[in-house]
């Protein structure tokens, strides 16, 4: 793997004449996390929240909606009350669901160079997702289309360091009951990496199963032995899981496919003002849909994970890369650390456009998620408005972040010819290392070379057109898309995924509906 997108843009170099430029050599593939996870509780504090939690799903209860999900917690010991739909978990039904739950989960992507492990201690990225809005300087804000949704994909699939597909944007021009054949279809033939699927109801599932199934030349048992996609399940806070995502859980453990539990608890509006107390909600919800899945089937692959952050208590709107967002972040991950599952955390923002303030908050929202230990970081590149809007030159400026944390987390060599004697020897006081033998040999690929950052001079800069920063990401995911070839993808297969959309949407396609 290389960085390719400094093409043309290369500084010249002192000693560079015509020889050719060599290639620097990059894996942001599979991450390791590099960084040491940070508290924000100690030890007793995680553990009194951990058991305030089971404390409300005990005694106050959590309202399940869907009657087939009731019976599966009434079966596994809860007490169920159907006529309010509320649900009461004992904590050793709970502490049986996390001793099944698997803390290392293996996923199949499309290609085996994309296949991922989530498990504590790897990073894997993604990019802002679930917006109704998309947003570029050359067509501005406007409601989420195919177009859009299938672009994205495309620059999702460009970049190494973005590893999985969330649902970038709602192509709404699409009608909701076909929905799933436009984004499966562009998901499976613009990108080999790993799929999402939306819980919409076990009719779309189903029908997404088998578009992924079929086209990837898997037998039934074949699809059910591995885990080839993904979903996200909101839960909806405070303390209730509505139907479509009860559903959802129970499909994809059925399914042996993955679920990503995230409760989305803003402090002060559907969770407690103080972290604590926001975190204490978000786990309780965590661990009731957890539970869930291990009671459908013991073993079912599913992350804990946790949206949490404030809103402005001016306006309510919802707020991102605050320092509460950091904090309840660094709480997640400890307690995603006692519970030993891969877990998900979020970055994002709440800017209006990829300006200083956007770069601040997904930034420090991102430092959140690192430092807290996070397998799988979302909203990561792009996500803007607090999730109303993924915007294309966004996307773009935050890569450049995330390939900075992936060069940290490859090794830095400190072998005595790296400690450099030699050069110290050669260069005598007063000197400079530019021409010395050691920087000569190491000089074209020792330092990554930004991806969107401009490093000349004002001048040269000025020269060049004067271009900010947005400008030039912009004409370079209009780049990214002229000279896009995406993954290899057998004919065949293709043309039998389009047969099958085809005569189910002539058969009326499949309704949201459990």
């Known amino acids: 793997m290389t960085l390719r997108e400094n093409a043309g843009r290369r500084r010249t170099r002192r ?57 599966f917690l009434r079966a596994g010991g809860a007490t169920v009350d159907d006529t309010s739909e509320m649900v009461f978990i004992g904590r050793d039904i709970v502490a049986a669901a996390l001793a099944s739950a698997p803390t290392s989960i293996p996923v199949k992507a499309g290609a085996p160079h994309r296949d991922i492990t989530l498990e504590l201690g790897n990073l894997v990225f993604q990019p802002g997702a679930g917006a109704p809005h998309a947003t570029d300087i050359l067509r501005g804000r406007r409601p989420g289309t195919e177009r859009d949704f299938r672009e994205l994909i495309q620059l999702t699939q460009h970049f190494d360091v973005l590893h999985m597909v969330p649902p970038l944007i709602e192509p709404q021009d699409v ?61 909806n806070s405070p303390r209730t899981i509505d139907i479509p995502m009860a559903q959802g859980l129970i499909d ?22 103080t972290v604590a107390g926001a975190m204490t909600l978000s786990h309780a919800e965590a661990l009731a849909a957890i539970t869930l899945t291990q009671l459908v089937r013991p073993g079912a692959p599913v992350c ?76 990561a590149a792009g996500w803007l408005e607090g999730g109303l809007t993924v915007s294309y030159e966004k996307l773009i400026t935050d890569l450049e972040v995330l390939q900075m944390v ?29 021409g010395a033998a050691h920087t000569m040999a190491r000089y074209q690929t020792a330092f990554y070379e930004p991806l969107i950052g401009d490093l000349s001079n004002f001048g040269t800069w000025e020269e060049r057109g004067a271009k900010d920063t947005t400008t030039r990401a912009s004409e370079m995911w209009q780049r990214i898309l002229n000279e896009a070839e995406g993954p290899a993808v057998d004919a065949d297969a293709l043309a039998h995924m389009q047969d099958y959309i085809h005569a189910q949407t002539d058969a009326g396609g499949a309704p949201p509906e459990s």
């Not at 007793?44 to 939690?53: K, Y």
């Not at 999402?196 to 199934?213: H, K, Y």
């Open 15 to 71: 000693g560079g004449g015509a020889h050719a430029h060599a290639v620097r050599k990059v894996d942001y593939r599979t991450l390791r996390n590099p960084f040491p996870p940070m508290s924000v509780f100690s030890d007793d504090r995680i553990e009194a929240i951990h058991e305030a939690a089971l404390n409300v799903l005990e005694t106050l209860g959590i309202k399940v909606l869907l009657p087939e999900a009731r019976r």
């Open 175 to 235: 009608p909701t009951h076909l929905r799933h054949y436009a984004t499966m279809q562009a998901q499976l033939s613009l990108s080999d990496k790993l799929p999402f699927v939306f819980s919409r109801g076990t009719p779309q599932v189903q029908q997404s199963f088998e578009m992924l199934r079929d086209f990837r030349g898997l037998s039934d048992a074949e699809f059910a032995a591995q885990s080839h996609c993904y979903t996200i399940i909101n839960t």
């Open 252 to 273: 994809f453990a059925k399914a042996g496919q993955v679920s990503i539990v995230t409760p989305f608890t803003l402090m002060g509006a559907m969770a407690p003002i």
């Open 304 to 379: 804990y994970g946790t949206f949490t952050s404030n809103v402005d208590m001016k306006s309510g709107a919802p707020a991102f890369g605050t320092p509460e967002h950091f904090k309840a972040s660094l709480a997640a991950g400890q307690l995603a650390r006692k519970l030993g599952l891969p877990w998900r955390c979020a970055s994002g923002s709440a800017a209006n456009l990829n300006d200083v303030q956007a770069a601040n908050e997904t930034q420090f929202g991102t430092w959140g998620c690192l430092l807290s230990g996070a397998t799988v970081v979302i909203h």
């Open 406 to 434: 992936a060069e940290l987390c490859a090794q830095t060599p400190a072998q005595d010819a790296d400690i450099g004697l030699d050069a110290l020897a050669e260069v005598q006081p007063g000197g400079h290392f530019f």
